[in-house]
């Protein structure tokens, strides 16, 4: 034992025995001890524990040593190198092909993998279908007119028949996979990693027989997870290996209430579990309890083991224990069932049996695919050699007021690779595809009043267009529903997409104290991201096909919702402004919001534009256009920021997460915007306002995707330097030592960043509209130099390299078709050379006029004044 751990053992040695429960229930059977916690450890009765004392001295001493180990694995080009096992799964390495999905711990001895499906919604129960209240609509707004909103909140949900507010279908893990094994002497040389253009996550150990290694991924190609266990000699590789339940109370319950909540959950929604186990496979299989006709009624798992060398023996609970072994290539697969009483065992049994047992081969295969996805976009900011270290250093190194470029270009590239992996048929939920627990944060749904928008930020600009189509069909596949709430809620044609949903489109969302059925902007925001998707691609047969038919019926709702006021502006009642209320106010309900207006014109605006492009909607055009100019226009109050509801009658509540009213420059710059410096003005201070009176001194950090939307609005607005404060928020507080993104201040696994902190930085460098392209928009001070790579631009334009060194800027871009657009500098331009394009005068000194080609790559080299 060395010096630091008889030290440690003997401040230990007056503790008493006893562990509390709370700690043996988040520490159960083959749970590892998390780090900082040694001081448990000789204080720990061995005898109690169902896994070996020699196995909690082992881990401790890796604890002790791994802060001062260099790390034993070789740094990826693009990802990261971490010295530390997980805590708890939220601490895991991440990786999926958007469908399937694991999470490892990545603990020596007693390994816990958590396997996930994108589709994988526990049954709760059949949906509540929303009542008709429409009838009730003219009292419920006569009621908000006289100032009676909490009433009018009260009344709404009194007719929803709901008992409380009700979340959709959770998002829960399916088992997990446990390798348990024994360290001869003490563990040491603990490294893990996961490599971003490969999808591959490695753990890697010493004792005192050598190296022993886990290196997994999941197969984009073969569509099963893949994992090889290697050891440093022949015969050295002993392992157990089960196919189980999640632990209903593991070890990121913290307390034993919510344990005890988690413990509930699954007793009441998960039966007949069943572990088993041959002489080369195991299954696992579970039934859901309260299925509902057109759920998932049961789930299955299966893994071929392929043992090299040794010998492998089933036992009854489930087991299979490989014995003296050189390796081992495990395939793993999941299927969920309509239909309970038809097992997908042999179906999976044949699938796995069908891939060939070579892992690098494997391996080459997957990553060409993957690796094609995340390489197209790169950023370099001059983090340099400190690439090389690992993230705890990193975490460490980097403060708020002094970011460490290297962690910050890491993040870039994490948030890239978790929406890249956490997009299959259906987009990134809140966790992803990931999650290790059955009482979920917002039971990890689709939370559309802001989350989901963060998250798929950046799939256009960042080069992947086709992973929006996975948003886009899943907000088609909820339509029916979503047209069932425009109807029983307001009595109106069209849709209203709820701010939460999971496996249907009905509106649970709301309670006494949350007016969540009155909120009406969803739908509207939902189109805003099928225009851009025809935007960025310039597929005219999406635009007909499937944009303008979802625009329109957006329309039909608002056609029939709005009333003429007073004094002939449109009254958009009732209304929520997510999940704010006014200054005053006991009640989340009111009207005009300047969320809703502004969703409301940007909808009406693109659906004008494309039925014109595609010569359609001659009838309906003037219809549109004089609702646009019945709207209502947007406000700035008496301290010159931007009001959340377009009244005198409501007052803001700017000290809270939301920034609703922020919306129309989230992604874009409206020119009723654009062309009033007052209301310019405004938007900005809104930005200062908030980050003063809500982010400053916020230790609690909640609702990460709050400062996405900040940095967003700064970046239209070509604030670089407010925008770079944004991102030091994100920065400093959101990210955990395996780059997974965090909801609040490094807590509460959540996905919204991964996709909105990468776009905040590409609004910054490149920015673009229909015919517009503006570079480095928004760059702060702190990035006098830099290059991106691989940037798409709205008019399926890429920049394929923009550089910049001071003054100097250097670009390439290729355009899929002929056409001219003004290229936009942030001043004035004192020399530009172009090759492959002609370039004319703009409508200033800023701002160049380019002919760019089809198919054909343009280089730009521009010296700014």
């Known amino acids: ?13 007056g503790l008493t025995g006893r562990i509390p429960r709370v700690f043996m229930r988040r520490h159960g059977a083959r749970s590892a001890l998390p780090i900082n916690t040694a001081t448990v450890v000789t204080a720990m009765n061995p005898s109690r524990l169902h896994f070996p004392a020699t196995a909690l001295l082992a881990l401790t001493m890796m604890n002790l040593h791994s802060e001062t180990t260099t790390p034993s694995l070789p740094m990826p080009e693009r990802g990261f190198v971490s010295i530390k096992p997980a805590e708890n799964w939220e601490q895991g390495l991440i990786t999926a092909n958007g469908t399937l999905a694991i999470n490892a711990l990545s603990r020596p001895l007693n390994e816990r993998i958590i396997f996930n499906h994108e589709r994988l919604f526990m049954p709760m129960g059949a949906p509540h279908v929303p009542p008709d209240q429409s009838k009730q609509l003219p009292e419920l707004r006569k009621l908000i007119e006289d100032g009676k909103y909490k009433e009018a909140e009260v009344l709404q949900f009194k007719l929803s028949d709901q008992k409380s507010f009700m979340y959709p279908d959770y998002y829960v893990p399916a088992f997990d996979l446990t390798i348990d094994s024994e360290a001869r002497g003490e563990v040491r040389g603990y490294a893990r990693s996961v490599d971003f253009q490969t999808a591959e996550a490695v753990v890697r150990w010493s004792d005192d027989r050598g190296a022993f290694e886990r290196r997994m991924f999941v197969s984009r190609k073969d569509g099963v997870a893949v994992i090889k266990l290697t050891a440093p000699q022949p015969g050295s590789l002993s392992v157990k290996l089960k196919l189980e339940p999640r632990e209903p109370s593991d070890e990121f319950n913290k307390d034993e209430d919510v344990a005890s909540k988690s413990d509930d959950m699954f007793k009441r929604h998960f039966g007949d579990l069943k572990s088993a186990s041959g002489e080369d496979w195991l299954t696992f299989s579970a039934r859901f309890l309260r299925a509902y006709p057109g759920s998932i009624q049961a789930l299955e798992g299966r893994a071929r083991v ?78 340099g050699a400190d690439h090389k270290k690992p993230t705890e250093q990193l975490m460490e190194e980097s403060t708020f007021d002094n970011m460490n470029l290297a962690w910050f270009e890491k993040q870039f590239d994490a948030g890239r690779y978790n929406i890249i992996c956490s997009t299959g048929e259906l987009p990134p939920n809140l966790q992803g595809v990931w999650g290790g627990t059955y009482v979920p944060g917002w039971a990890s749904d689709y939370t559309h009043n802001g989350n989901v928008p963060s998250a798929i930020a950046a799939t256009c600009m960042g080069n992947t267009p086709e992973l929006l189509m996975a948003y886009i069909n899943y907000i088609e596949s909820i339509i029916p529903g979503m047209e069932h709430n425009a109807k029983a809620y307001f009595g109106c044609r069209g849709v209203v997409l709820p701010s939460r949903t999971s496996t249907h489109g009905y509106n649970n969302a709301l309670a006494e104290s949350f007016a969540g059925g009155m909120w009406t902007a969803g739908a509207p925001w939902a189109a805003h991201f099928f225009y851009d998707y025809y935007l960025y691609t310039q597929d005219e047969e999406f635009l007909a096909g499937r944009a303008l038919p979802f625009m329109e019926k957006v329309a039909l ?130 930005v200062e306002d908030k980050l003063e009176r809500y982010w400053k001194d916020n230790e609690r950090g909640f609702m990460s995707f709050g400062i996405v939307q900040l940095g967003q609005v700064s970046a239209s607005l070509g604030h670089g330097d407010i925008a770079h404060h944004c991102l030091k928020h994100l920065v400093y507080g959101f990210w955990l030592n395996n780059l997974a993104s965090m909801h609040n201040r490094r807590a509460l696994f959540n996905m919204d960043i991964s ?77 530009i050379k172009a090759e492959g394009a002609s370039v004319s005068n703009g409508a200033n000194d800023a701002e160049r006029m380019l002919a760019l080609p089809a198919g054909k790559k343009v280089s730009l080299t521009l010296r700014l004044k």
Request: with cysteine; charged share 25%; glycine share 10%.
């Open 1 to 13: 034992m060395g010096e630091k751990a008889k030290t440690l053992s003997a401040r230990l040695m």
């Open 306 to 383: 392929v043992v090299n060398g040794g010998a492998t023996e089933a036992q009854p609970d489930g087991t299979l224990a490989i014995k003296d072994a050189d390796g081992a290539l495990l395939f793993i697969d999941l299927h969920l069932l309509k239909d309970a009483t038809k097992s997908g065992q042999d179906a999976l049994k044949a699938k796995l049996a069908a891939v060939s047992p070579g892992y690098d081969a494997l391996l080459k295969a997957h990553a060409a695919i993957h690796g094609e996805l995340f390489n197209r976009v790169k950023l370099d900011l001059g983090g």
């Open 557 to 686: 709702f608002f056609e029939d919702f709005v009333y003429e006021g007073p004094d002939g502006k449109y009254i958009l009642s009732p209304a929520q402004s997510p999940e704010n209320w006014p200054q005053g106010s006991d009640s989340q309900a009111t009207f005009n919001a300047t969320m809703d207006v502004a969703a409301v014109k940007g909808l009406l605006d693109n659906l004008i534009t494309a039925s014109r492009k595609l010569g359609k909607n001659a009838d309906k055009i003037p219809t549109w256009e004089k609702m646009l100019s019945k709207m209502p226009e947007y406000s700035v109050a008496e301290n010159g920021i931007i009001k959340e509801w377009l009244t005198p009658k409501l007052g803001n509540n700017d000290a809270h997460r939301h920034s609703s009213q922020l919306l129309p420059l989230y992604d874009g710059l409206p020119d009723e915007i654009a062309n009033s410096p007052e209301l310019r003005s405004a938007f900005i201070k809104s």
């Open 755 to 831: 996709g909105g902190q990468p776009s905040v930085v590409i609004k910054m460098l490149a920015d673009s509209m229909p015919g517009k392209v503006r570079l480095l928009p928004a760059l702060p001070q702190a990035w006098p130099k830099g290059t991106i790579e691989g940037v798409l631009c709205r008019g399926a334009i890429e920049i394929d390299r923009l550089h910049w060194d001071g003054g100097k800027v250097e670009a390439e871009m290729t355009s899929k078709n002929a056409q001219q657009i003004a290229l936009v500098l942030p001043r004035g331009i004192a020399e």
